[in-house]
């Protein structure tokens, strides 16, 4: 009995101490039971479904067969709470290790429910909603199996010519910051084991969207110094929230690729940064080393890969293929293996997959939580704060309610795929609402609504445009969608052009001869060119691509149940000869002045932006005044305090970003005009004001000076406070 007491009693010790045992110490107590094969197996991870890349390998794969023999650590495109399970149990219980396999997908903007695309999540200006969103996202692919997203991309883009502008939260490093943390807070809680979190992936690591030419996957080249304050700030802002993983972008910058990159991976990222978390290539970025010729074969592309800091080889084959092989030859190290390996390993037990492989794999709440009503109001408020009111002459908006017929017109106004946005794979086109469908439940049986398509989006056929302006003519008011289709952004989705494609905008011009009350509503996935529309339709609405609940949310917009707020995270060019235009752009040494031939200036175009960074109307009017410092000279190391008054000048209640700017007048090098410092949404009641404060710390004043130390130069600096980057008032102070 004694015996059989002590025995228990071990037995409960060694659960215990298990249990205690701090994640390090069991990630390292796997690390030494696993042979160099099933190590490499960790690091290789491939597509378990369907593709979201070039074809790399034409050989059938047996998907189980991989796990059974621990040839793979992970896979994306693989989803659903039924067989996710299948794959998890193999690997659990038929493989020697049973280490669980980590499930990857791009949830960017929604699993099923699919939420607004991320540039109209950063135009709400409200972290908080970005948060929720991903809350929300993360929770519905979490119910199905999935347990990391690659998401937030965090990549800054300063040409709408790049598809992929659409995925990030625009140009501005500050923003793109407050977005890319808020971001990783949603999707992975506050706890990554439990079981309605997932781990997020910042991407791509890094310069990619400073593409050239705006060109996907094209070079990019800039300074070091523009690099870490513009291309690597919102990374570390990710970096900072905590986020479990990193994606290698697949360009290069100054001759390096990202996945050879062993400054980026691994002296910034890990050494400075303290990153603890794994890295993943970019889909067969560690392949694409031979033609962007570093590498002269798949071999040497997997040392340059596992050298530089890339963890995980998203369906390169360069790890399996290569990695043993280079161990034996002794150019690559085992601890170097080693470390990736532990890296990936750290990430699955605090996912919580050690202790329970099928948390994430529940088809009840997977069932209960696809489309939930909850998750389906909380798209419809995420969208609503999402759009950008760009013009509204006359208040032609809000439209009544009472109003008798409305033509809703425009090859976007009944679409159910388009509004869906690029990164949709896995929603269901049956489930969004269209401008169409939320106009005619906003108005009911009492008002007339007549539809007409007028064109395709980029189709040349004007066949439609005589039945659309017969539906104008009949309607006291034109609701026009127009835009582009959900796959003209996105990767691998550059455009030459930014003007509306096909004849939309003829079909604009058509309809605005009527002499109706036209209310432009547009949907894209970057900043277009659209000074037509901007110059002569009275009500213009930016509302990108919403996601399922989008009709809903533009008729809450336009009829007024919802006042507008949103600003934009991005320009918009007049011209896509303009580009590259972003507002924290260089004095130069011959700024642009009129009276002088020789200075920086387009013989055939302003310089200005049609809708500069920050714009955005509202039903509301908002006064500013009384910006005032706490003191117009302080030490360096003090903190500075600005006051302005914003007073709601109109009738109706409404929300407004207030915005802070800094120039840095003089210094070892030239700063931007004005740089984004902190901004704030107020909400004020008809007649209120509001005493808007913020607190300009030193940090937010540090630069990269002339020998590249990330400080603060005394010298005189300009304060700017307003609406958007342009309309503002300003002060100076000065720091000794
Ligand atoms: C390639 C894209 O660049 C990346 O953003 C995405 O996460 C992967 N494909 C996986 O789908």
Known sequence: MKKFITAVLIIYASILFAQQKTIEQRVDSVLTLMTLDEKIGQLNQYSGGWETGVRTDNSVRDREELVRTGKVGSFLNVIGADLTRKIQKIAVEQSRLKIPIIFGLDVIHGFRSTFPVPIAEASS?????????????????????????FAPMVDIARDPRWGRIVEGS???????????????????????????TIAACAKHFAGYGA??????????????RTFHEIYLRPFKAAVDAGVATLMCSFNEIGGVPSSANYELLTKILRDDWKFKGFVVSDWNSIGELIPHGVAKDLKQAAELGIKAGVDMDMESNAYIRNLKTLVEE?????????????????????LGLFDDPYKYCDEKREKETEFSKEIVEATRKVARESIVLLKNEKNILPLSKEIKSVAVIGPLANSHEDPLGPWSGVSDSTHVVTVLDGVKSKLGAAAN??????????GTSEDGFKSAV???QKADAVILCLGESLNMSGEASARASLDLPGVQEKLAEEIFKTGKPVVVVLMNGRPLTINWISENIPAVVETWFLGIQSGNAIADVLFGDYNPNGKLPVT???????????????????????????????????????YPFGYGLSYSKFEYSNLSLSSSKIKNGEPLKVKVDVKNVSSREGEEVVQLYVQDLVGSVTRPVKELKDFSKVDLKPGETKTVEFTITPDKL???????????????????????????LESTFSID
């Open 170 to 196: 625009g140009e501005d490093p500050y923003l793109g910051s407050i977005m890319a943390a808020a971001a990783v807070k949603g999707f992975q809680g506050n706890d990554l084991s439990a079981n309605n």
């Open 702 to 728: 540090k630069f990269y000076d002339i020998n590249m130390n990330f400080t603060v130069e005394p010298g005189d600096f300009k304060v700017f406070v307003g609406t958007n980057s342009v309309d503002l």
């Open 211 to 224: 593409a050239e030419g705006g060109r996907d996957y094209n070079t990019a080249d800039f300074s070091e």
């Open 470 to 472: 017969e539906s104008a």
């Open 125 to 149: 200006w409200n972290p908080k909603l970005v948060e929720t969103s991903t809350r929300w996202q993360a929770t519905e692919a979490a119910s199905a199996g999935v347990h990391w997203t």
């Open 449 to 458: 609504i007549l539809y007409s398509q007028g064109c395709t989006i980029t």
């Open 330 to 350: 002794k150019k690559v190290s085992v601890q170097n293996i080693d470390e990736s390996v532990r890296r990936i390993l750290r990430v699955k037990f605090e």
């Open 572 to 610: 918009f060019p007049r011209s896509v000869g303009q580009v590259p235009i972003y507002y924290n752009h260089k004095n130069t040494g011959r700024p642009y002045n009129p009276k002088d031939h020789y200075t920086s200036y387009y013989q055939d175009l302003q310089n200005t932006p049609l």
